[in-house]
């Protein structure tokens, strides 16, 4: 059963990958349009808008938008992986800034622990 949804999904794949392309919206359109003398000839506006609506439009428009939804997903990927860069970008300074203020506060720890003993020292005296 892995095999054969396996099998299906790489069929759907390539033939996705196939039909998303302007190539194959160019070869739909030349299919659809060698009907469009037969349409035109019954002068049934009804037939045209028809053929129109079912064969030319459904044909062609359907690669076409698989054209436009792949290239709205790569551009959503390319800002994706920019925002992505930018966080670990920003992530990094995040830990450098700590680590400074780790080192700060060591050295501030280490003023107060002098200032400590000095004013001990005073007060012995």
């Known amino acids: 059963m892995d095999r054969i949804n396996a099998f299906n999904r790489r069929l759907a ?5 196939a039909v ?6 160019y070869i739909f359109a030349a299919i659809a349009l060698i009907s469009l003398p037969a349409a035109l000839r019954t ?3 009804l037939i045209i808008v028809a053929w129109v609506a079912q064969t030319f439009l459904q044909l062609v428009l359907l690669s076409i ?3 436009g939804q792949q ?3 790569e551009a959503v ?7 992505h860069e930018a966080s ?5 300074l995040a830990k450098e800034a700590r680590n400074i ?3 700060e506060l060591a050295e501030i720890k280490a003023m107060a622990a002098e200032i400590h003993t000095i004013l001990k020292d005073v007060e012995k005296r």
């Open 71 to 73: 290239s709205s997903s």
């Open 20 to 25: 998303s392309t302007m190539w194959c919206a």
């Open 65 to 67: 938008i698989m054209v």
């Open 77 to 83: 990927a390319q800002t994706i992986m920019e925002t």
């Open 101 to 103: 203020a780790n080192q």
């Open 13 to 17: 794949e390539k033939i996705t990958g």
């Open 43 to 45: 002068g049934d506006p």
């Open 88 to 92: 670990l970008s920003e992530f990094e």
